[in-house]
């Protein structure tokens, strides 16, 4: 009998403070634990410009950029010694915007 009290008496402690532990019991992580980037590069446009499909002139425009727009530098990709081209991610309300608009491209620098 004494036996079975104390385990259901471990059982019931265990059962009220390990969920305390585990991720989705409570317990978050600080916002300083979290690897955020902090290379990232943001460049707003002072002129108007499209955004292509590949770093290529004759390739497919996607859309035209407004002067203002907010765009994040994904990569650069140098074509030639006076030719560099930007891979972009226009800046968007991922919870608001249209989940099918182009928000990834290129533009010529």
């Known amino acids: 009998m004494i ?4 385990k259901n008496f471990c059982l019931i402690t265990f059962a009220l403070v390990a969920p305390i532990t585990l991720p989705a ?5 600080s916002l300083n634990q979290n690897k955020f980037p902090n290379n990232t590069n943001e460049i707003i446009l002072s002129s108007n410009t499209s955004l292509y499909a590949c770093p290529l002139i004759n390739s497919r425009e996607l859309l035209a950029l407004d002067v203002g727009s907010t765009l994040s530098v994904l990569r650069n990709w140098k074509v ?3 030719e560099t081209w930007v891979r972009v991610e226009i800046a968007s309300n991922k919870f608001l915007d249209d989940p099918n ?3 990834k491209g290129w533009i010529k620098m």
Do not use: D
């Open 80 to 82: 030639s010694k006076n």
């Open 25 to 29: 019991g409570g317990i978050q992580k």
């Open 101 to 103: 608009k182009v928000l």
């Open 3 to 6: 036996n079975n009290v104390l």
